[in-house]
Nanobody, 128 residues
Framework: EVQLVESGGALVQTGGSLRLSCAASGFTFDNYIIAWFRQAPGKEREGVSL????????NYSDSVKGRFTISSDNAENAVYLQMNSLKPEDTAVYYCAADLRTPIRGTYWYRSGLYNYWGRGTQVTVSS
């Protein structure tokens, strides 16, 4: 059974940093893509970042590019999101998502409907 468990969310001040973790079980990274999404109250779920662990390929939304860094520890089946220079607009519940790597998921990784496996999320709050 595929399971994803996020951790690391917290309350932080503007300009601060956080590192989110996603612990994965029930599958190996070899054929999967892993993405971070976020959802703020009243807003749609937004794709934040993608990693293809086997190849080390990453991608980011324009809103976080240059501030967030995604990485993976393939031996530990874990994915991380290092978030720096946090802004109040980064406040959201952050979710880890995973699914088999396909050309469509690689191209449209930011579309939440393409993923079948989700964690329960971790809250990130950035105070101004």
């Amino acid at each position: 059974e595929v399971q994803l468990v996020e951790s690391g969310g917290a309350l932080v001040q503007t300009g601060g940093s956080l590192r989110l973790s996603c612990a994965a079980s029930g599958f190996t990274f070899d054929n999967y893509i892993i993405a971070w999404f976020r959802q703020a109250p009243g807003k749609e779920r937004e794709g934040v970042s993608l990693i293809i662990p086997r190849d080390g390929i990453t991608n980011y939304s324009d809103s976080v590019k240059g501030r967030f860094t995604i990485s993976s520890d393939n031996a530990e089946n874990a994915v991380y999101l290092q978030m720096n220079s946090l802004k109040p607009e980064d406040t959201a519940v952050y979710y880890c998502a995973a699914d088999l790597r396909t050309p469509i998921r690689g191209t449209y990784w930011y579309r939440s409907g393409l993923y079948n496996y989700w964690g329960r999320g971790t809250q990130v709050t950035v105070s101004s």
